[in-house]
């Protein structure tokens, strides 16, 4: 592997790298680690990208993600400068080819002159003065004035001393974290069969699946009755399909519970483990549909796990869900979101959270910066996002307009001196995040780029309704939850879906308990299965209460989603 890199990519290997000196130095070649390297790069600044596993692309190309979580808005796509350059490069395409995209993000680095180690991984950091000033990896020391962390854990600013929450600790359910996936290759899948499958109005009606170009989605009916060997352990969702060049499939559809840390040698453990049930899934699929996977072979898996979620930055701002949701922008803001806060389960057989689809949202600086570290940025899921936020902030087109961000933010303090941005030179990035003026040279740069900044669209807050502040504090809790279709508004004088109400109460019981009120809960939801996508009735919903013990509700219908708040707030406390 390294005789070809040092064939193809000589700018990788750096002569004396122990002693080398760099303006940045970026840990994990993630998307967002490379855009931040590559725009650091752009800039005028040597960078030497850092990566401990052995491949570029981190989530896209190690742990084949291979559709990306697109927001847009009537202008487009929220998301330009170095995440539009990628876009252009793999097709202009939702989902793609992993080769493909492995490939741009090398010619990205190449044109930059960005110096690239592999397979490096953190041995010590040293601190001096709430600075970090060294990591060492096996081949020897590297220093640099700044650093961005850019791994999905946060490793390297949690081995310098920053300070985080565990999992959804700040909603005060638990410290769990949402399922992480292995996803696996299919051959011998005819995807004709599967494109039509998708698309029978009947199946798209039912289940909303669907497929285009290269993405296929749904299958949710099939993998209902799949039984796994551990079901504390794994659980099959609706299959997420990729067509890659060679016609093979990439599965996003394999859950992994009990995924908390961020140990390397675990991690590993538990990928090969999924692995075999990764062959039970295949062998299942065969039997139950021989018509489109009767001739489908288990053709590899993921090198790596594909990680949702770990720990969350206490940085100088944590953005909230209502901020997401609501479309809040800051005068900080260094990249925009629009995803929909769609988590994945925290427990096996629990229906999935959807929160709604934010307006788009603007993701202040403030948020990759930790308190105890002043020359360091976080870029990944694990920056300073509440952990309900991060079910949008979390998704790769954002990160990787924030890892250029990053860069450029960097840049901009290594030149502020020479630019005349302040009298006094910025040292470090608190500093930056308290300079109105040099904040706004960064916006400035980042939107020279082609980064978008701001949209024409907004939210709607309705403070003055009943429930207002109540659906705000079950929202950051992932406890309000809303259909797609729900833009930019908590929607308090819409009627609330049965569905919708009750995944609140199963996400409340299944952590909080009692097991009573759970198996309520689930059993409303086999008997109502028809009405789950309505609006819920009064009549139903006291009769769900009398189910709980609670007392019945007058008034009459609609139940309104502001009604629903005022009674949620009550019911979990």
Same mark, same amino acid.
């Given at each position: 592997?390294?005789?070809?890199l040092?064939?193809?990519?000589?700018?990788?290997?750096?002569?004396?790298?122990?002693?080398?000196?760099?303006d940045?130095?970026?840990y994990?070649a993630?998307?967002q680690g490379?855009t931040?390297?590559?725009?650091?790069?752009?800039?005028?600044?040597?960078?030497?990208?850092?990566e401990?596993?052995?491949g570029v692309?981190?989530v896209?190309?190690?742990?084949?993600?291979?559709?990306?979580?697109?927001a847009k808005?009537?202008e487009g796509?929220?998301?330009?400068?170095?995440?539009?350059?990628?876009?252009?490069r793999?097709?202009?395409?939702?989902?793609?080819d992993?080769?493909?995209?492995?490939?741009?993000?090398?010619?990205?680095l190449?044109?930059?002159?960005?110096?690239v180690?592999?397979?490096?991984?953190?041995d010590?950091?040293?601190?001096?003065?709430?600075r970090?000033t060294?990591v060492?990896?096996?081949?020897?020391?590297?220093? &640099?004035p700044y650093?961005?962390d &850019?791994?999905?854990?946060?490793?390297?600013?949690?081995?310098?001393?920053?300070?985080?929450?565990?999992g959804r600790?700040?909603?005060g359910?638990?410290?769990?974290?949402?399922?992480?996936t292995?996803?696996?290759?299919?051959?011998?899948?005819?995807w004709?069969?599967?494109f039509?499958?998708?698309?029978?109005?009947?199946?798209?009606?039912?289940?909303?699946?669907?497929?285009?170009?290269?993405?296929?989605?749904?299958?949710?009916?099939?993998?209902r009755?799949y039984?796994?060997?551990?079901?504390s352990?794994?659980?099959?969702?609706?299959?997420?399909?990729?067509?890659?060049d060679?016609?093979?499939?990439?599965?996003n559809?394999l859950?992994?519970?009990?995924?908390?840390?961020?140990?390397p040698?675990?991690?590993?453990?538990?990928r090969?483990?999924?692995?075999?049930e990764?062959?039970r899934?295949?062998? *299942?699929?065969?039997e139950k549909?021989?018509?489109?996977?009767?001739?489908?072979?288990?053709?590899?898996?993921?090198p790596?796990?594909?990680?949702?979620e770990?720990?969350?930055?206490?940085?100088?701002?944590?953005?909230?869900?209502?901020?997401?949701?609501?479309?809040?922008?800051f005068?900080?803001?260094v990249?925009?979101?629009?995803?929909?806060l769609?988590?994945?389960?925290y427990?096996?057989?629990?229906?999935?959270?959807?929160?709604?689809t934010?307006?788009?949202?603007?993701?202040?600086?403030r948020?990759l910066?930790?308190?105890?570290?002043?020359n360091?940025l976080?870029?990944?899921?694990?920056?300073?996002?509440?952990?309900?936020a991060a079910?949008?902030a979390?998704v790769?087109?954002l990160?990787?307009?924030?890892?250029?961000?990053a860069?450029?933010?960097v840049?901009l303090?290594?030149?502020a001196?020479?630019?005349?941005?302040?009298?006094?030179?910025?040292?470090?990035?608190?500093?930056l995040?308290?300079?109105?003026? &040099?904040?706004e040279?960064l916006?400035?740069?980042?939107a020279?780029?082609?980064?978008r900044?701001?949209?024409?669209?907004?939210?709607r807050?309705e403070a003055?309704?009943?429930? *207002?502040?109540?659906?705000v504090?079950?929202?950051r809790?992932?406890?309000?939850?809303?259909?797609?279709?729900l833009?930019?508004?908590?929607?308090?004088?819409e009627p609330?879906?049965?569905g919708?109400?009750?995944?609140?109460?199963?996400?409340?019981?299944?952590?909080?308990g009692?097991e009573?009120?759970?198996r309520?809960?689930?059993?409303?939801?086999?008997?109502?299965?028809?009405?789950?996508?309505?609006p819920?009735?009064?009549?139903?919903l006291?009769?769900?209460?009398?189910?709980l013990?609670?007392?019945?509700?007058?008034g009459?219908?609609?139940?309104?989603?502001?009604?629903?708040?005022?009674l949620?707030?009550r019911?979990?406390?």
């Amino acid at each position: 592997m390294l005789t070809a890199l040092r064939i193809f990519f000589p700018f990788i290997l750096s002569l004396g790298l122990a002693y080398a000196q760099y303006d940045l130095v970026v840990y994990g070649a993630t998307p967002q680690g490379v855009t931040a390297a590559v725009a650091a790069a752009q800039e005028g600044l040597r960078v030497l990208l850092l990566e401990p596993g052995r491949g570029v692309g981190g989530v896209l190309t190690q742990g084949w993600l291979a559709t990306l979580d697109l927001a847009k808005d009537r202008e487009g796509l929220l998301q330009g400068g170095l995440f539009r350059d990628f876009y252009r490069r793999i097709g202009q395409e939702a989902s793609f080819d992993v080769k493909r995209a492995e490939e741009a993000l090398w010619a990205m680095l190449r044109e930059a002159g960005v110096e690239v180690r592999l397979q490096a991984p953190l041995d010590r950091v040293e601190v001096e003065a709430s600075r970090l000033t060294l990591v060492a990896i096996p081949e020897g020391p590297v220093q &640099a004035p700044y650093f961005v962390d &850019a791994t999905d854990t946060a490793e390297l600013a949690f081995r310098a001393g920053a300070s985080f929450t565990q999992g959804r600790e700040d909603t005060g359910l638990d410290q769990r974290s949402m399922a992480a996936t292995l996803v696996f290759r299919l051959e011998g899948v005819p995807w004709g069969a599967v494109f039509l499958a998708l698309n029978y109005e009947g199946q798209v009606q039912r289940t909303g699946a669907g497929a285009w170009g290269r993405s296929g989605w749904g299958f949710g009916s099939l993998v209902r009755g799949y039984l796994p060997s551990d079901p504390s352990r794994y659980a099959l969702r609706g299959l997420n399909l990729a067509r890659q060049d060679d016609g093979s499939l990439l599965v996003n559809a394999l859950l992994l519970f009990g995924v908390e840390g961020a140990d390397p040698l675990s991690l590993e453990r538990m990928r090969l483990e999924a692995a075999l049930e990764a062959e039970r899934v295949v062998a *299942y699929l065969r039997e139950k549909d021989p018509l489109l996977f009767g001739t489908a072979r288990l053709a590899g898996v993921a090198p790596s796990l594909y990680i949702r979620e770990s720990r969350h930055l206490k940085a100088l701002y944590r953005l909230k869900a209502d901020e997401v949701l609501l479309g809040r922008t800051f005068p900080d803001a260094v990249a925009l979101g629009g995803y929909p806060l769609d988590g994945q389960a925290y427990f096996p057989g629990e229906t999935p959270y959807l929160l709604g689809t934010p307006a788009p949202y603007g993701v202040p600086f403030r948020s990759l910066v930790p308190q105890e570290l002043r020359n360091l940025l976080v870029v990944s899921q694990a920056a300073g996002f509440d952990s309900v936020a991060a079910f949008s902030a979390r998704v790769v087109p954002l990160q990787m307009a924030l890892g250029e961000a990053a860069g450029v933010a960097v840049a901009l303090l290594r030149k502020a001196p020479q630019a005349g941005l302040t009298k006094v030179p910025l040292a470090d990035f608190h500093e930056l995040a308290a300079s109105g003026q &040099a904040l706004e040279a960064l916006r400035k740069r980042l939107a020279q780029r082609g980064a978008r900044l701001s949209s024409p669209e907004g939210g709607r807050v309705e403070a003055e309704r009943p429930g *207002y502040r109540e659906a705000v504090a079950l929202l950051r809790r992932g406890l309000f939850a809303g259909p797609y279709y729900l833009k930019g508004s908590l929607g308090l004088s819409e009627p609330i879906l049965l569905g919708d109400f009750l995944a609140n109460l199963e996400h409340y019981y299944r952590a909080e308990g009692p097991e009573e009120r759970l198996r309520v809960v689930l059993k409303a939801r086999e008997l109502f299965r028809e009405e789950l996508q309505k609006p819920l009735k009064r009549f139903t919903l006291n009769q769900l209460l009398q189910a709980l013990g609670e007392g019945k509700l007058s008034g009459a219908d609609p139940v309104t989603r502001g009604e629903a708040a005022l009674l949620l707030y009550r019911l979990l406390p």
